[in-house]
């Protein structure tokens, strides 16, 4: 073989690779290279949809304890309305009797008290604004507070509760209160 034939054929065989180079760099990026990122998209997409099945599972499987639940908490819901909640006629005289036997109780004295019913609509409870007045020792006074707050048959929640300093070494309590009521 001669030197110019071989450099031909060895010029023909360069040409012929770096075609078959070209070649396959153009199939790698026109075909695999798509056909891996929409497998991995896919392969996304099926993640996705496994999570969102786990979080919808364990959503119906909280909504089925809520309803299990529901008659049981109407029926508790019921009940507290029924007894623990008074009507308006009566929380009047059982708070009046309740503030006179508590300072009775707990050794104060009690200045002055008002309450204000405030009557919302479309709200399943009435609130009644209370405020009191009572002088005496700070743990009577404490006693009187503890004693509003955990009075049996009646809602009252206190939400403002200053001390004050009064007459000798007693000291005088501001507190207000709501108390709920059926309409």
């Known amino acids: 073989m001669s030197k110019d034939r071989r450099k ?37 997409r099926f993640e996705d949809a496994r999570l969102q099945i786990r979080n919808e599972e364990a959503r119906v499987k909280r909504l089925e304890w809520y309803e299990a639940a529901v008659p049981s908490s109407e029926k508790e819901l019921g009940d507290f309305m029924d007894h623990q909640v008074q009507t308006r006629r009566k929380s009047f005289t059982r708070l009046d009797r309740l503030l006179r036997d508590l300072s009775e109780h707990s050794g104060v004295v ?33 006693n009187f507070g503890h004693g509003l707050e955990t009075a049996t048959g009646d809602f009252i929640v206190i939400h403002d509760f200053d001390f004050d300093s009064a007459e000798g070494a007693s000291l005088a309590l501001k507190l207000s209160a709501d108390l709920y009521l059926n309409p």
């Open 8 to 44: 031909h054929l060895i010029r023909f065989v360069e040409i012929a690779a770096l075609g078959l180079a070209l070649i396959d760099a153009a199939l790698y990026f026109a075909t695999i290279q798509p056909l891996r990122k929409m497998t991995q998209e896919a392969s996304q």
């Open 110 to 142: 009690l200045s002055n008290f008002t309450w204000k019913p405030e009557m919302a609509r479309d709200e399943p409870l009435n609130r009644v604004i209370i405020q009191v007045n009572v002088t005496g020792p700070f743990s009577s006074l404490m």
